[in-house]
Structures are given as C-alpha cells and as structure tokens.
C-alpha cells in the first residue's frame, strides 16, 4: 500500500510560479511511476505530467509543454511539479498519482494510487 499527501498550492496571479509536492510513504516511490494529474468542477480528470522509474523520461500535456516541469528524489519518496507562468486556466485541484504498470500514461484509470490533492488559484 502507498499513502500520497500533495502540498504546495495556493493562491496566486497570473505569471506567478508555484512548486506542488507529493510525499509517498508506504513503499518507496522509485518502485512506481508517477504523475500529476487535474480537475476542475464539472470536468474529467485531466493528465498534466508524467515521470517514468527511469526519472530521465519524462511527459507533459501539450497545455502545459515548456511551463511545467516534473521531477522526483527518490531519496525522499517526493514527486515535485515546477509551475512556472502560470494561467488563469490551470486553476484546479492538483493530484498526483502513482502506478506499478502503466500502458498510456495520459490515463487517469491506469494509476493504482491517488492522493487527496492540493488547490491551485491563478487570478487573471
């Protein structure tokens, strides 16, 4: 069993930067991949990034391509998702997520473990 805490969100303006944090007890996080999810009331879980067991692959959403950026220290157990300029748009709760196998990454369906999420606010 893993137990997922995000951290990190909060209230900010557009163009700010935020860092979330996803801290993994249970087993170590190097045994899974990881990824952050989003949602939005009203809206399907969206993919946001992805970091492979092998922490040099890495993928992110296409609305997020070159602002975001996924990391994780095994040494740890933490996952972190840099977000740099941020949008209005990318307002959402931030989930992050971890999986033994994972066959399309983009899926939110194929991640075993879910943590409680953490607000992200961006004012216009």
């Known amino acids: 069993q893993v137990q997922l805490v995000e951290s990190g969100g909060g209230l900010v303006q557009t163009g700010d930067s935020l860092r979330l944090s996803c801290a993994a007890s249970?087993?170590?996080?190097?045994?899974?991949?990881m990824a952050w999810f989003r949602q939005t009331p009203g809206k399907e879980r969206e993919f946001v990034a992805f970091?492979?067991?092998?922490?040099?692959?890495?993928y992110y959403a296409d609305t997020v391509k070159g602002r975001f950026t996924i990391s994780r220290d095994n040494a740890k157990n933490t996952v972190y998702l840099q977000m740099n300029n941020l949008k209005p748009e990318d307002t959402a709760v931030y989930y992050c997520?971890?999986?033994?196998?994972?066959?399309?990454?983009?899926?939110?369906?194929?991640?075993?473990?879910w943590g409680q999420g953490t607000q992200v606010t961006v004012s216009s």
């Open positions: 997520a971890a999986g033994t196998v994972v066959s399309f990454v983009q899926n939110a369906g194929g991640y075993d473990y």
């Open positions: 970091i492979g067991r092998i922490v040099s692959f890495t």
């Open positions: 249970g087993r170590t996080s190097s045994s899974y991949h």
